[in-house]
């Protein structure tokens, strides 16, 4: 009875298990750089951005006032005070858990305790930041005193990141300048092959005519081939023939580098599609690129569409052929993944902006991918069932 048609498997729960890790180890990064956009330099390098919703604990270096200008007689010397947040970028946090002078030990006193700075100087730090400063003339004086603060953060997140990455920056120095540029290189690099590769499948899997299976052959075996072997030679002929580098060169690179997937989905789909509606159209008097036009390009949507996918996201992404094809001294063409590159050169500390400049990057691809998904499995799976 077990092994009756329609029961169910034993293993469906195992199945279930294995696809929810899947999305999650998928999801979860994603998640991550799209939170971590949001936080502080702080707040990610204190924590985790599954810690974003709770307080955390941080180690910060404030400066009491300069007390050139704030100090006040008080007796045989002279006193400052004020607040440890006022000029500093942690003007919401209130609870102070430990402080100290020195980095060697930066929880040497409680809130309220005071320390002895040595030559009768002392320092008395509040829990809600609030500090007396004392000594005399000679000794209060110059620069305001360091401390070592351990204070509890509440969830700090900011759009500041978002304006910095986008808006930030002349013209040839921000993401928003590299966003446009990606868009001007990705959207041809994706039709251009989509229009040349449906022409050559259509002859491919409906026209007769001599070496038909030796193109074929040869479409499939360009497949294996990397792209690394052809990226000099065919700079070598770009420059040649006058291309040179700009946006013509890339897009015809991608072109060449995209066109032997794009035929061979595209040709797999195409041979599958029903006999008699093209027979039926050529006895009606309908010619190649009518039956080409009107009949097969509809349905060959779903491929078309999973082509797209992929040709969008990979040429997206891609840093390689933009950096071998696309270099431009001034700044003018550069692309998202190389303005990236960029960043984490110049500013390799700065991870929160690092991550909004890379869920920009990501968030067209993210939103292209969900809008297409269901062709990309009816194209991935063209020809697999008869």
């Known amino acids: 009875?077990?092994?009756?048609?329609?029961?169910?498997?034993?293993?469906?729960?195992?199945?279930?298990?294995?696809?929810?890790?899947?999305?999650?180890?998928?999801?979860?990064?994603?998640?991550?750089?799209?939170?971590?956009?949001?936080?502080?330099?702080?707040?990610?390098?204190?924590?985790?951005?599954?810690?974003?919703?709770?307080?955390?604990?941080?180690?910060?270096?404030?400066?009491?006032?300069?007390?050139?200008?704030?100090?006040?007689?008080?007796?045989?010397?002279?006193?400052?005070?004020?607040?440890?947040?006022?000029?500093?970028?942690?003007?919401?946090?209130?609870?102070?858990?430990?402080?100290?002078?020195?980095?060697?030990?930066?929880?040497?006193?409680?809130?309220?305790?005071?320390?002895?700075?040595?030559?009768?100087?002392?320092?008395?730090?509040?829990?809600?930041?609030?500090?007396?400063?004392?000594?005399?003339?000679?000794?209060?004086?110059?620069?305001g005193q360091r401390v070592f603060v351990s204070i509890t953060a509440p969830p700090d997140f900011t759009l500041e990141n978002y304006r910095q990455v986008l808006l930030s920056g002349d013209a040839t120095d921000s993401m928003a300048k590299a966003f446009f540029n990606t868009l001007t290189v990705t959207i041809p690099a994706t039709i251009i092959p989509i229009v040349v590769a449906a022409f050559a499948a259509y002859a491919l899997a409906w026209m007769d005519f001599p070496g038909r299976a030796l193109l074929i052959a040869c479409v499939v075996g360009l497949l294996v081939v990397p792209l690394q072997l052809a990226l000099i030679p065919l700079l070598r002929l770009h420059l040649g023939i006058g291309i040179g580098k700009g946006y013509l060169g890339v897009w015809l690179a991608h072109t060449g580098f995209g066109l032997p997937l794009a035929v061979y989905l595209l040709r797999n789909y195409m041979v599958g599609l029903p006999r008699d509606i093209i027979e039926n159209a050529r006895v009606d008097g309908a010619t190649e690129f009518q039956i080409f036009t009107k009949i097969i390009l509809p349905l060959s949507f779903p491929a078309l569409a999973s082509f797209a996918i992929f040709q969008f996201l990979w040429t997206w992404n891609d840093l390689l052929v933009a950096k071998v094809f696309l270099i431009d001294a001034t700044g003018q063409t550069t692309v998202m993944t190389a303005q990236i590159v960029e960043l984490l050169g110049t500013r390799g500390g700065n991870w929160e902006i690092l991550a909004t400049a890379a869920f920009v990057s990501i968030a067209v691809p993210l939103a292209v991918f969900f809008a297409m998904q269901k062709y990309l499995v009816r194209g991935l799976l063209a020809g697999s069932v008869k």
């Open 1 to 143: 009875m077990d092994n009756i048609a329609g029961t169910k498997s034993s293993l469906t729960w195992a199945v279930h298990i294995s696809v929810a890790l899947l999305v999650a180890l998928w999801l979860f990064p994603t998640v991550g750089l799209f939170v971590s956009s949001f936080r502080t330099a702080d707040q990610i390098s204190s924590s985790g951005w599954w810690a974003s919703i709770f307080p955390t604990e941080q180690n910060v270096v404030l400066r009491a006032a300069d007390p050139e200008d704030n100090r006040v007689a008080d007796g045989d010397g002279f006193v400052v005070s004020g607040n440890i947040f006022d000029d500093s970028d942690h003007g919401t946090q209130t609870d102070i858990r430990a402080w100290g002078t020195s980095s060697r030990d930066v929880a040497a006193y409680e809130p309220g305790e005071t320390a002895d700075l040595g030559e009768g100087e002392s320092l008395t730090l509040m829990a809600d930041g609030g500090y007396e400063w004392r000594g005399d003339d000679d000794q209060i004086s110059g620069r």
